[in-house]
């Protein structure tokens, strides 16, 4: 452990920061510049057993090709202890090399640490969206540093920050949903959560904010393929989150893996130098995601030879390669180099932030993993954070007759693919990549059916359903029609199991027909159904949703989600989730909520023009209570707003029911007339408050003229003048910008 320890004093004699990491960068031979550049994944240096090194292949990656970064698991998360040995071996391979510069280790950490046996994981980011609590998601996001930190890992990639405005793309439950607004307000809360502490104490990790730009916007929602989007748009839904992020401290970028309007993005100088650096002044370090510099030459056809690809991309803006599986960039960016193709000025940029990444970290002071970080792994009270995110994320859709929450003396029929299955709470990035293994997950977790039976007891439940999500038994009509008979309700539990990236895609949204035949056989029973959706992306019911007394939406809520489903299910939690997205309607009609004027005309002739182009099933927002939220009528401090000034608004907020609870206060704009045509509707602002029953609170919202601007034909940001609706529940005021 000592030899690498010893860097310290190199940097010692060059003070703080940029100097030090300017005087290691004159020692550096080329070979040590682009290996510092080169990221391999732990399955290249790895034996067959799980978290076991090759010593031979481990001194050659580091040795022989001076790699400066390592990521990922070979199959399934590793304990905290074979972290610890993993990342010592390779810490003490890499203080055996001439100059003796750390590692950087990095992980998927998408919704708790994904790769840590028995780590906390919580909602993924689409139930985060429905919470709109981005102090809970700030407060998620330390736990997951610390659980990362304590792993002995210092760098984390996520958060997503694509738009989910494509319910098709298998990636949409990593996102915060089709609003900018939250999608900005919750990533920067989230990266500043990683950051905050500062990158050298054993509480911080560095973020990595991804896909840089507009990955979610796939024209055929299939993942990693091309993207067709005007920039005006481009710059009105996907990069106002970057933009925040950048401002909220991110240390790092990772790229998107497919292409805009023909060009790559690993390809793009426009948008990783000229908009990403220059414009938005981003000076962290840039990744490439699996394969993507390679991928220029096999896959988009944009170079016509694996180092034509290689300097394409490096050139472009690209800092570091996830390689991820050979030597094969090193080698190519060699020659390069030596060739001329890329000058080394490009090189010494590049290295200079990585390795300022690696000094921020504290990896030169001590680059093991650390005794005061291995104390925060596993506290009792993070399942406490992971039930409150998972109460809620919750969002009931449907509660028709007052049938939820159930009464306590009512026998229980559980049943459904999702009712005893464990991977279909958590979805991706869950002990695996995929998160369908369940051998991996902690050996308490509980399914839908294990809460309930907890909190009802086992006498009062019953279910047909089995473990493994596709097991055949699962889908048997016939048993879910005779075990209704000795039930008073049936908890349906359908959806969707894990999946992650590529595998997840899917041609059809609409939830599969042996599912809805679960749906309609159970309604036809004449017993009360409950369809409760653990689903990573909004799946059609259309067809059966009239069928049910009551839906709830439970997403992929993490390691509490049967208990907080149970919970709203029978009272003992009041839910509060509002949609991040429109649940649509069918596959033809994908309108959201932020439309234009003409999304919502529907006509044949002018006569029969119609108003109802914007018809989900459940609207964006929506979100239903066991209480009564009443809204008083919006007070503005003005009706007129000018430049340089502020514009109040305040509501009072009564709830009028019979129970306590929170509720979200959201603020929506439209302006009436604009150079470019005007959406429908955008949400400003929300607030998150909880009153006991009978209480009342004055809500107040604070705007400028920045809140309501949008990007005109010239591509600049503007606030025009004119005049602007207010929407706050069901009320409205009207004010004008000059």
């Known amino acids: 452990m000592g030899g690498l320890l010893l860097s310290l004093s190199l940097f010692a004699q060059e003070g703080a920061g940029g100097n030090k990491v300017t005087a290691l960068l004159r020692q550096m031979t080329l070979d040590e510049k682009i290996g510092q550049m080169t990221q391999v994944t732990l399955g290249v240096i790895s034996k067959p057993e799980d978290g076991v090194l090759d010593p031979a292949a481990l001194t050659k990656a580091v040795q022989e090709y001076k790699v400066g970064s390592i990521l990922n698991v070979t199959n399934h998360a590793l304990s905290v202890e074979q972290w610890h040995k993993v990342l010592t071996q390779i810490q003490d391979e890499a203080g055996r090399t001439r100059l003796k510069i750390p590692v950087v280790y990095g992980l998927d950490g998408?919704?708790?640490?994904?790769?840590?046996?028995?780590?906390?994981?919580?909602?993924?980011?689409?139930?985060?969206?429905?919470?709109?609590?981005?102090?809970?998601?700030?407060?998620?996001?330390?736990?997951?540093?610390?659980?990362?930190?304590?792993?002995?890992?210092?760098?984390?990639?996520?958060?997503?920050?694509?738009?989910?405005?494509?319910?098709?793309?298998?990636?949409?439950?990593?996102?915060?949903?089709?609003?900018?607004?939250?999608?900005?307000?919750?990533?920067?809360?989230?990266?500043?959560?990683?950051?905050?502490d500062g990158l050298k104490t054993p509480t911080a990790v560095a973020s990595c904010m991804k896909h840089y730009l507009a990955y979610s916007a796939s024209r055929t929602g299939k993942d990693r393929t091309p993207i067709y989007l005007p920039e005006t748009e481009m710059r009105e839904y996907y990069l106002p989150q970057f933009r925040a992020a950048i401002k909220a401290g991110a240390s790092t970028l990772m790229v998107?893996?497919?292409?805009?309007?023909?060009?790559?993005?690993?390809?793009?100088?426009?948008?990783?130098?000229?908009?990403?650096?220059?414009?938005l002044g981003f000076q962290g370090v840039i990744v490439t995601d699996w394969e993507d510099i390679i991928r220029l030459h096999t896959r988009h056809n944009v170079a016509a030879t694996p180092r034509a690809a290689v300097a394409m991309a490096i050139n472009a803006g690209i800092d570091m390669s996830m390689v991820p599986m050979d030597f094969s960039f090193f080698v190519l960016l060699k020659e390069a180099v030596q060739k001329g193709e890329v000058p080394v000025s490009r090189i010494d940029d590049a290295v200079r932030r990585i390795l300022l990444l690696k000094e921020k970290l504290g990896l030169f002071d001590n680059p093991y993993p650390e005794p005061a970080a291995a104390g925060n792994f596993g506290r009792p009270d993070y399942q406490?954070?992971?039930?409150?995110?998972?109460?809620?994320?919750?969002?009931?859709?449907?509660?028709?007759?007052?049938?939820?929450?159930?009464?306590?003396?009512?026998?229980?029929?559980?049943?459904?693919?999702?009712?005893?299955?464990?991977?279909?709470?958590?979805?991706?990035?869950?002990?695996?990549w995929q998160g369908k293994d369940e051998r991996w997950y902690p050996s308490n977790s509980k399914t839908i059916f294990d809460a309930l039976s907890d909190k009802l007891g086992a006498d009062k439940v019953?279910?047909?359903?089995?473990?493994?999500?596709?097991?055949?038994?699962?889908?048997?009509?016939?048993a879910l029609k005779g075990a209704a008979a000795g039930a008073d309700a049936i908890v349906l539990c359908l959806g969707e199991n894990?999946?992650?990236?590529?595998?997840?895609?899917?041609?059809?949204?609409?939830?599969?027909?042996?599912?809805?035949?679960?749906?309609?056989?159970?309604?036809?029973?004449?017993?009360?159904?409950?369809?409760?959706?653990?689903?990573?992306?909004?799946?059609?019911?259309?067809?059966?949703?009239?069928?049910?007394?009551?839906?709830?939406?439970?997403?992929?809520?993490?390691?509490?989600?049967?208990?907080?489903?149970?919970?709203?299910?029978?009272?003992?939690?009041?839910?509060?989730?509002?949609?991040?997205?429109?649940?649509?309607?069918?596959?033809?009609?994908?309108?959201?909520?932020?439309?234009?004027?003409?999304?919502?005309?529907?006509?044949?002739?002018?006569?029969?023009?119609?108003?109802?182009?914007?018809?989900?099933?459940?609207?964006f927002g929506w979100g239903l209570s066991?209480?009564?939220?009443?809204?008083?009528?919006?007070?503005?401090?003005?009706?007129?707003?000018?430049?340089?000034?502020?514009?109040?608004?305040?509501?009072?907020?009564?709830?009028?029911?019979?129970?306590?609870?929170?509720?979200?206060?959201?603020?929506?704009?439209?302006?009436?007339?604009?150079?470019?045509?005007?959406?429908?509707?955008?949400?400003?602002?929300?607030?998150?408050?909880?009153?006991?029953?009978?209480?009342?609170?004055?809500?107040?919202?604070?705007?400028?003229?920045?809140?309501?601007?949008?990007?005109?034909?010239?591509?600049?940001t503007v606030t025009e003048p004119g005049d602007f609706d207010i929407y706050i529940g069901d009320k409205k005021a009207v004010f004008s910008y000059q």
């Open 498 to 619: 894990a999946y992650a990236e590529s595998p997840g895609n899917t041609s059809d949204l609409t939830l599969p027909e042996e599912q809805q035949a679960l749906a309609r056989v159970a309604a036809a029973t004449g017993k009360p159904v409950i369809l409760v959706l653990t689903e990573g992306r909004p799946r059609l019911i259309t067809g059966i949703a009239p069928l049910m007394k009551g839906i709830l939406q439970a997403y992929w809520s993490g390691r509490k989600t049967a208990e907080a489903v149970s919970d709203v299910l029978m009272g003992d939690y009041n839910p509060d989730g509002r949609l991040p997205y429109s649940y649509p309607r069918s596959m033809g009609e994908m309108v959201l909520y932020d439309r234009k004027p003409t999304e919502d005309i529907r006509e044949i002739f002018n006569s029969d023009m119609t108003m109802d182009g914007y018809h989900p099933l459940f609207p």
């Open 256 to 279: 998107n893996s497919g292409e805009i309007n023909g060009t790559p993005v690993h390809a793009s100088k426009y948008l990783l130098t000229d908009v990403l650096r220059k414009e």
């Open 462 to 478: 019953t279910t047909t359903a089995v473990a493994g999500f596709d097991s055949p038994a699962n889908y048997d009509t016939a």
């Open 384 to 432: 406490t954070l992971a039930l409150q995110a998972a109460h809620e994320a919750m969002t009931l859709l449907k509660n028709d007759d007052g049938a939820l929450p159930l009464q306590r003396n009512v026998r229980v029929l559980v049943a459904g693919p999702s009712a005893r299955s464990i991977s279909a709470l958590n979805g991706c990035w869950s002990y695996t």
């Open 110 to 196: 998408i919704h708790g640490q994904t790769y840590t046996l028995d780590a906390t994981l919580f909602p993924q980011s689409i139930g985060m969206a429905a919470t709109r609590n981005p102090a809970l998601a700030a407060a998620l996001a330390k736990v997951t540093a610390k659980e990362l930190r304590a792993s002995g890992v210092r760098w984390n990639f996520a958060p997503v920050l694509d738009c989910g405005r494509q319910p098709l793309w298998s990636r949409f439950p990593e996102t915060y949903g089709e609003d900018v607004y939250i999608g900005k307000t919750m990533g920067a809360a989230v990266i500043k959560a990683f950051e905050e």
């Open 626 to 716: 066991y209480t009564r939220w009443d809204y008083g009528e919006p007070a503005l401090n003005t009706n007129r707003l000018t430049a340089g000034n502020r514009l109040t608004v305040k509501i009072t907020v009564t709830n009028s029911g019979k129970m306590d609870g929170n509720h979200t206060v959201e603020l929506y704009t439209r302006q009436h007339y604009s150079s470019v045509t005007p959406s429908m509707r955008r949400l400003r602002a929300f607030k998150k408050i909880f009153l006991k029953a009978g209480q009342s609170q004055e809500v107040s919202f604070t705007l400028d003229g920045s809140d309501l601007a949008f990007v005109n034909a010239q591509l600049k």
